[in-house]
């Protein structure tokens, strides 16, 4: 409580208070919600700064103002004191004093509500409604992404295939809920072959949402796994949640990742199923996994679908036979089809790999999800390396599940059983310790993650591999 007080008073808390603001998108709830849990308002903003928008530039101007004029305010009030021999107004002076930054930080949050209530809300209401009628006047097949993981792979797999057979818009980056894809669709000339589409769940509702105002053709659904449970009362409410998408699309035009543990009870006789064998006739064999890629033949009868791509791992099998089925059924001819996985690679920071001096890292920190951390080492175990070290600091919004969670990333760690571990400090560390009880190999609790990765040419040596998985976000303790 006394290191939050003292260091509420840095040159450097406006700035820190707008960056918070601007990283969890302007959201009143989770910055209030951040607000009162940080210990050390000096150790925030390790892993990025403040853009200077003109929004955040008019918020830390109107900001600083605050802290100023309340300064003076309670400066005057003290003066009154003095002079009036009132101790009524050196008391509220104190106060002030003590309480300004808390005071001025609660303050900059009403213009947000205000604008949110009278300008952004129905603003976005307004799009959202418009662009359910452009979606669906428009003339492309329509492809809906969802999952708990690997939906941007996804995304853009698909996308770098069908562009081999016509124009392709996809939404970019994670751009996943509807204000996003509302924006997007205003873009949209009408001209586009296949619209891809990539649907976030923050919260209960958001797919079935979602898929009213896309109004997709195809489903494809990546996998149910624990994630924003600190939304969602349970993974239940996920999986119905995201498997409204199946139902829209009649089922046979649903895709699903039959590698996901917890899909099974939600899955029609009518859903594609992929998986790393493959897909409904489509059989995978010669596979080839390292560290340029992944390869393996995908035939069905007399037809066959040579697949090399540069992603890495055999978790990869099943979405780029689901990829390549997809792209089939739409009319693609399979020389098409080839091409267009041939230049499909890893996306940045997901299951990324980087050289470093003589070395391998895999970068996978924008992994955020038990699945793909079961991925990442069952990769990790099957490459070939001098020395393998595995970083994480473990998974955010994991909600009522966190502990037993953490304790299986431990108990998996343990059997992949890499020559280091290296756990980013934070509060879900001594979970992860607890299923990692027993391990041989070095430990290490990383208290300093920029050093460390800053450091990373001084750690590793020639024929290593490090894989680093997910990121702990400033807004997370």
């Known amino acids: 409580m006394r290191k939050q007080l003292f260091s509420?008073?840095?040159?450097?808390?406006?700035?820190?208070?707008?960056?918070?603001?601007?990283?969890?998108?302007?959201?009143?709830?989770?910055?209030?919600?951040?607000?009162?849990?940080?210990e050390n308002?000096?150790?925030i903003a390790v892993r990025g700064e403040l853009v200077q928008t003109l929004k955040s530039k008019l918020l830390l101007g109107l900001l600083n103002c605050l802290i100023l004029a309340n300064v003076l305010y309670a400066v005057y009030l003290l003066s009154r004191a003095f002079v009036t021999s009132n101790p009524v107004y050196g008391l509220l002076g104190i106060l002030g004093l003590v309480l300004s930054p808390l005071i001025c930080a609660m303050l900059i949050l009403l213009p947000l509500i205000i604008a949110r209530v009278l300008i952004v809300n129905p603003r976005q209401r307004a799009l959202i409604k418009k662009s359910k009628v452009i979606f669906k006047k428009?003339?492309?097949?329509?492809?809906?992404?969802?999952?708990?993981?690997?939906?941007?792979?996804?995304?853009?797999?698909?996308?770098?295939?069908?562009?081999?057979?016509?124009?392709?818009a996809v939404t970019p980056g994670n751009k996943n809920v509807a204000a996003s894809h509302a924006i997007f669709a205003a873009k949209l000339t009408g001209e586009e072959k296949f619209i891809i589409v990539e649907f976030g769940e923050g919260k209960p509702g958001d797919v079935v949402s979602f898929t009213k105002t896309v109004s997709p053709n195809i489903g494809v659904i990546t996998g149910i796994a624990p994630a924003h449970l600190d939304k969602y009362p349970s993974i239940d409410a996920i999986a119905k949640d995201i498997f409204y998408l199946a139902k829209f699309v009649k089922h046979q035009n649903a895709y699903v990742n039959g590698e996901s543990e917890y899909v099974d009870k939600y899955l029609d006789k009518d859903d594609q199923i992929y998986n790393r064998d493959g897909i409904g006739g489509w059989k995978v064999s010669k596979i080839i996994n390292g560290y340029q890629g992944i390869s393996f033949e995908l035939s069905h009868g007399q037809e066959k679908i040579s697949v090399k791509s540069r992603l890495l791992g055999r978790h990869q099998i099943g979405p780029l036979s689901a990829v390549a089925v997809i792209s089939r059924n739409l009319g693609l001819s399979v020389g098409q089809i080839e091409q267009g996985l041939s230049k499909t690679k890893a996306f940045e920071h997901r299951m990324?790999?980087?050289?470093?001096?003589?070395?391998?890292?895999?970068?996978?920190?924008?992994?955020?999800?038990?699945?793909?951390?079961?991925?990442g080492l069952s990769l990790l175990s099957e490459l070939s390396a001098r020395r393998k070290i595995y970083v994480t600091p473990g998974l955010v919004d994991q909600g009522r599940e966190t502990k037993s969670i953490h304790y299986r990333i431990g108990q998996m760690l343990l059997s992949a059983n890499p020559e280091k571990v290296v756990l980013i400090k934070n509060s879900v560390?001594?979970?992860?310790?607890?299923?990692?009880?027993?391990?041989?190999?070095?430990?290490?609790?990383?208290?300093?993650?920029?050093?460390?990765?800053?450091?990373?040419?001084?750690?590793?040596?020639?024929?290593?591999?490090?894989?680093?998985?997910?990121?702990?976000?400033?807004?997370?303790?």
Not at 15 to 29: A, P
Not at 141 to 164: N, P
Not at 354 to 365: H, N, Q, T
């Open 352 to 375: 990324e790999l980087k050289i470093v001096g003589e070395a391998y890292v895999i970068d996978d920190s924008y992994n955020g999800n038990l699945e793909g951390i079961r991925a």
């Open 429 to 477: 560390t001594d979970y992860i310790l607890a299923g990692l009880e027993g391990f041989k190999g070095e430990l290490v609790i990383e208290s300093d993650p920029l050093k460390f990765y800053l450091n990373l040419d001084k750690i590793l040596a020639k024929g290593d591999l490090l894989m680093m998985q997910n990121d702990w976000p400033d807004n997370y303790k």
């Open 8 to 38: 509420a008073y840095s040159l450097k808390y406006p700035q820190i208070i707008i960056y918070m603001l601007q990283r969890g998108e302007y959201e009143i709830k989770p910055f209030m919600k951040w607000y009162f849990k940080v």
């Open 138 to 168: 428009s003339k492309a097949i329509r492809i809906a992404v969802a999952g708990s993981y690997g939906k941007t792979t996804m995304k853009e797999l698909l996308a770098t295939v069908l562009s081999e057979a016509g124009e392709v």
């Open 41 to 43: 308002f000096n150790k």
